[in-house]
């Protein structure tokens, strides 16, 4: 397959309109469409190029492909899956500084979370690799005399996997590759914001060696979600659904798959908390709650939203925290969001905060930018629970700062949420930590690390309104297989 390059979609074309547009991918070939989606660059407000829209006659047939491919890619020995993927991780080093361009450009994201992107997904194919070949049975012992069964492990067929623009490597890539090294086809459905991110997903895989059809990536526009995802649910082909996204959006796929009985897994959003405990070591719990916090200016499902301190230390902590701030952030200079949006909805919640009695202890939601995408660091005291920001996940760069006078209030505290997505705990003895971890309401804890944790190895997913199953390790990989019991007569 022919891969266009880095420059090849800037708006240098006829007056400043953009030359590229980016395809879709389905059965093996690129295809464009007559409907084109504008990709903006969140950083500058310019068009760097478009992308195809797929229709629903589009989506349908990039389901039917993968039902054609997947009879044949089951039958995939483990060992040519594993080849495919240990050089999908090569030509993705290869192709780093084209990716995290593209990254950069349609995300607004900065080097270190784009590098974190590239090197976290290298890591991942690499891992599901080298767990193709584990895929194990049973042989189970049955009651009757010379009776005996096998018990198989098998793909469901054709997933649709359905991620989000703001981590676009790792989500995307997470979204197919357990489900493929499984012996699973799929439908990749990416975002209308970095379609050409995903578009990269897909290209790298086929570079690879991947099957023609093994892979279809399509993208639409925001008007033609509902009937497009739904027709993808509803297709008999379609066996199992992934989603990483909003809650509010999970919640609508989640019934509508549920409507046609099959089965979903789901990483949804976020209310993570970061405890600060009285032994706490102060410049390493203020350094990740800066970066759980801010990274990515907040638009991480992980990101730190609560900052809970113990009252003994918060004076102290305070100084630390603003000074780690403004180390790693700057003080004068705002955050990309990927739309406006991002940046009203923020305001919004820091107003209505402000009205209740909040104040500003870090930071301002009123300073004017130089776009509308943009929006400083700001950590806000005084959070309580008639305000709408001690709920709602901000994702964006707002945090609150709340103190407490004991163990048990800060895990009350980080527990008062329909959300169970990660958490932080802070203290120089483990046993505490250990004890706080187990009694937190989420899929992950990290102790002394930031809330943002996200590794190939250990697996990933929420409780509570955070979603179900996990993605990463053999825990991802056996999200994508099913058992089948056969028995027999001696």
Known sequence: MAVNGPDGGHSDGINGQPTYTVPLLIAGKEVHSETTIDVMNPSTGEVLWRSSSASKSSAVEAVEAAHKAFPQWAKTKPSKKRDIFLKAADILQCRAKELSGYMKEETGAEDPFTDFNIANTTEMLKDVAGRISSVQGSIPTVGDEGANALVFKEPYGVVLGIAPWNAPYILGM???????????????????????????????LAEAGLPAGCLNFIVHRPADAAEITTALIEHPAIKKINFTGSTAVGSIIAATAGKNLKPVLMELGGKASAIVLEDANLERAAQACALGSFLHAGQICMSTERIIVHSSISRDFSEVLKAAIKNIFGSDTAQVLVTPAGVKKNQKLAHNAFKSGAKVMIGSADTEESSDTRMRPIVIEGVTKEMDLYYQESFGPSVSYMTVDSEAEAIELANDTEYGLTASVFTENLGTGLRVAKQIESGAVHINQMTVHDEPSIPHGGMKKSGFGRFNAHYGFEEFLRTKTITFQD
Do not use: D, F, H
Request: hydrophobic letters at 40%.
């Open 174 to 204: 997470r979204s197919v590759a357990y489900a493929l090294a499984a012996g699973n086809t799929t439908v990749l459905k990416g975002p209308e914001l970095s379609p050409r991110c995903y578009w990269g997903i897909a290209t790298v």
